[in-house]
């Protein structure tokens, strides 16, 4: 006997036969003797719903009455999810997340969880109840009703698998697991099946949509082992853990590219000390984050400075930019443009060498030019021009062979 | 300055030009320098569409969750209207039942109010803001969510207006006050300025669909002045209040016709002792409500009965007698058929004679036979035929001369 979160994101919930469906899968898994604990989304397209219909009054929503709105969304899920559970004869009670005891910060529509008590959870759980929990709500301490933000659902599983201590917490998703490579540009991707917190983090950070970094650090915080696998089959998915010896012989984890990166050249820059960390300082200062810095040419005695941020920030980035140097007397230009960034991650990297090598001379084969690299304890990445993007990504996965199960590949390491 | 709380229904929320409209019409009341509460519904349609999606679900689904679902359609109304307030500058703030300190007992989905603190109502007011709280919805003293059943959201304003003391309670609807008479019927009949508590309590409980008994005792307990009102137009409306010596001057204040009642019929009884008592005690245990009892003839030395009851339990009421009979051998039969109660309502009757006469006269000349009289303090009821009815409500409303100002009436009152 197990004690099971089950976390099923909108489009798992989206209609009533979709929910009949999932109440099946909760049963099996309760009828197999665990304590489960399930914790739902919005139905799909209902949250964007009562969205719209708050932009129709005023696109700039008080952001305390937006939260009041869409906590709605997941309301409705666990009363419905309760009743076809009941229907098949498994006792269930919903949760909301103010009664689960998710208390928050008042940070409306993106609060972050201060605590969490859980209510009544482990009592309901040894009355061999299933607990329905409203995933992506809490309540502030002044008594608010808050919500959790993008992702946040990931994040009432993570976290009331923490206050619990699960043995592990499932996210049911439209994917399958974690890959080695996105499977639509990589045909040849395995699934991996067990990966590090850090290993996740660094994919989720370079972009993998898998899930949101912030569940995932609260799951390391924690150590909450947690599975994502698809809720359209009963395959197992990838485990998300913490590192084990073992692990470390995996070379490289997996392999990701990120092509939602911009960057940005700041010209005829003043030729004074302090003008770049001048610049730094101010994207900072409007949380902007700065992936790579990739060059720092003088051109006929003028510095310039190109660096790469998420795509969606080049617009402000630029402007915060300009009215940085203004006080200079600055006549330059900040100019965006494209870049993709394509890294290989994997814990294994700390005790093996030979990984950088491997990467350039792959990307070097393929006719990929690199025009800068960082380099982290267990991540390689390359900035290179987007045209180069999904070439990169195939000739760097199988320079590492992650196209073989992880099995051989270990062994092949052990015979090196 | 006066310390106002209005209730908009379904239908006058029900989309967001009229959620606007509302809005709009608060602020009118905001800015003339008032305190405001607005209790509002779920959208008209929103709570019968969560309740389909139950059903297809369960046709008989849990209680508590049916609550915990239903809920959830006030509580996007308030965040809404809040939102609309905010637009055109009128400082509010959203509250759900249970916030707003409404606590039931846990008799889910027609849960009664057992407490009520307001929550920071008061405090909220005396920041000027304008609060918006969900009607229909409390949370019982274990937390969990409740709903108060028809009619909870005017339930809840009278039960808010109680505890912030407030000047006036306004309830809009769709009708614009309470009238002498149904206009549908009665094209004549005049709009009652100003009715007792028990005046409104024999309206409501005779039929006329204004307000549900419920909420006008709970006025009348706590001593709320209530005002029903319509939400398409700025007409005053009509106002319920506790009885004052003035009222008395008019000797009826309304009639009311009441179709929607059946007439029972019990043949061949048994000529024992305690027959009858032994139907009335079933009847009372299956909490089924006699109205009226018409009459009790032998014929050929068999006693027979009859009975009105509200035309929906009919079915149930002849299964209740046949079963409390079957232990006594009967053969007899249960029919039902239709019946009409006509009524004249005034508290003027206590202090003034000849109003059951002038009904009777007027009935008599219309044509209409009267089958049994019942009458009580301010109301005096006929049971006629339904063939009769639409004819007996306007002679009767004639007789009284309902279709004359009021103001004219009392005059001629004085005159005699």
Redesign the interface.
């Known amino acids: 006997m197990a004690l099971i979160i089950q976390k099923y994101g909108g489009t798992s919930v989206k209609d009533?036969d979709r929910?009949?469906a999932v109440a099946e899968r909760i049963k099996a898994t309760y009828d197999a003797g665990n304590q489960v604990v399930v914790v739902v989304s919005a139905r799909a397209g209902v949250t964007n719903e009562?969205i719209q219909?708050?932009r129709?009054?005023?696109p700039q929503?008080?952001k305390?009455?937006?939260d009041?709105?869409l906590?709605?969304g997941e309301?409705?899920t666990?009363?419905?999810m309760?009743?076809?559970l009941?229907?098949i004869d498994v006792p269930a009670?919903?949760r909301?997340g103010a009664?689960a005891g998710i208390i928050t910060d008042h940070d409306h529509t993106c609060a972050r969880i201060v605590n969490i008590d859980g209510g009544d959870l482990l009592e309901q759980l040894s009355q061999n109840k299933v607990v329905i929990v409203a995933g992506f709500q809490g309540m502030s301490r002044e008594?608010n009703?808050t919500t959790l933000g993008r992702g946040g659902s990931d994040l009432t599983a993570i976290a009331i698998g923490a206050v619990v201590k699960a043995d592990i917490v499932q996210i049911f998703t439209d994917v399958d697991g974690v890959y080695t490579a996105d499977p639509r540009i990589v045909p040849e991707a395995t699934k991996i099946e067990c990966i590090s917190y850090e290993e996740m983090l660094e994919l989720a950070s370079q972009g993998a949509k898998v899930m949101q970094a912030r569940s995932v650090e609260f799951a390391q915080k924690y150590d909450v082992p947690f599975e994502v696998r698809s809720s359209y089959n009963n395959e197992p998915g990838t485990i998300v853990k913490k590192e084990a010896p073992v692990m470390e012989e995996v070379l490289v984890r997996g392999t990701v590219l990120d092509v939602n990166q911009a960057k940005i050249t700041v010209g005829k820059l003043p030729d004074k000390p302090g003008t770049a960390s001048m610049i730094f300082v101010a994207l900072g200062k409007a949380k902007i984050m700065v992936d790579m810095i990739i060059q720092n040419v003088g051109e006929a005695g003028e510095a310039s400075l190109t660096f790469t941020v998420n795509r969606d920030e080049a617009h402000t980035a630029k402007k915060v930019v300009a009215e940085a140097l203004s006080t200079l007397g600055w006549e330059g230009t900040a100019r965006d443009g494209e870049i993709a960034i394509i890294s290989v991650i994997g814990i294994g990297m700390r005790s093996h060498a030979g990984v950088a090598a491997t990467m350039f001379e792959a990307l070097a084969k393929g006719g990929v030019n690199i025009k800068t690299i960082t380099t982290s304890e267990i991540k390689i990445s390359c900035a290179i021009d987007p045209i180069d993007a999904q070439k990169a990504l195939k000739v760097v996965h199988k320079a590492f062979r992650l196209d073989e199960p992880e099995s051989i590949r270990m062994q092949k390491i052990c015979e090196k």
């Open positions: 009533i929910i009949k009562l219909r708050a129709q009054i005023n929503a008080n305390r009455e937006m009041m709105l906590a709605v309301q409705e666990i009363a419905l309760a009743i076809a009941h229907t009670v919903s909301t009664q008594g009703i």
